[in-house]
């Protein structure tokens, strides 16, 4: 199917603020952003299927992209991380919110296609920004500069909350924790999701 924009997409673009743009927003779509979601509801500005990625947003147009628990819905993911880099301004950031692959209740979903970890982002990343632990650059040819990672801390028991927040603190105070972390702990502490904010490569 095509985008169905409902809104006067060329206005909201050109119209001087800052283009901030929701992906997957579903019916609770943040003020002043452009709502992008699959299904037709109220507040969703652009209906489209994200598997085709973003052509009805033009190269270097946005300001802030954000996308919240919808990337492990893609199958194609590459394609959706080309065109996300390609509508950000050179100085414009992506806030994405994905599962970490420790989560149990990940696997509840059967709408979910792929996994995420520690080390998924850095596989847009060039070589001399990598972690520790070096992941290969060279599958595609789509680049990013992470500007921030963080493990996310979560549980549905109150007892065990303080805890995990505790927990999640201590091993956000460096990367090489976080490493360390996914390595060794993840099964013993299940991460809830990542945070990362990442913006184009010049």
């Known amino acids: ?6 809104i006067d997409l060329k206005e909201a673009i050109s119209g001087g603020g800052p283009v901030i743009v929701e992906l997957g927003c579903g019916p609770k779509k ?4 452009i709502g992008v979601d699959s299904i037709d509801l109220p507040n969703v500005d652009i209906v489209a299927d994200l598997e085709k990625g973003l052509p009805f947003l033009p190269d270097n ?3 802030e992209l954000h996308c919240r628990s919808v990337l492990e819905h ?18 414009g950031r992506a806030y994405i919110f994905v599962p970490h692959f420790s989560n149990p209740h990940y696997y509840s979903d059967y709408t ?5 970890g520690l080390y998924t982002f850095y596989y847009f990343v060039d070589n001399k920004h990598q ?11 789509v680049r990013i500069i992470i500007l921030s990672q963080r493990l996310i801390f979560r549980s549905s028991f109150k007892i065990i909350k303080p ?11 460096h990367t090489l924790l976080q490493q360390y972390y ?4 993840c099964y013993v502490i299940p991460c809830h999701g990542i945070e990362v904010v990442f913006s184009p490569a010049s």
């Not at 943040?30 to 952003?33: F, V, Y």
């Not at 805890?163 to 201590?170: M, Q």
């Open 182 to 185: 996914e390595e060794n702990l």
């Open 131 to 141: 972690l520790k632990r070096k992941v290969p650059h060279f599958y595609t040819d």
């Open 74 to 91: 893609i199958q194609n993911f590459e394609n959706l991380m080309r065109d996300i880099v390609r509508v950000l301004k050179s100085n």
């Open 1 to 6: 199917m095509d985008a169905l924009v409902k």
């Open 112 to 116: 979910h296609k792929r996994f995420f």
């Open 61 to 63: 147009s946005v300001d």
């Open 30 to 33: 943040k003020e002043g952003r």
């Open 163 to 173: 805890f995990k927040k505790l927990i999640g603190w201590f091993i956000n105070t």
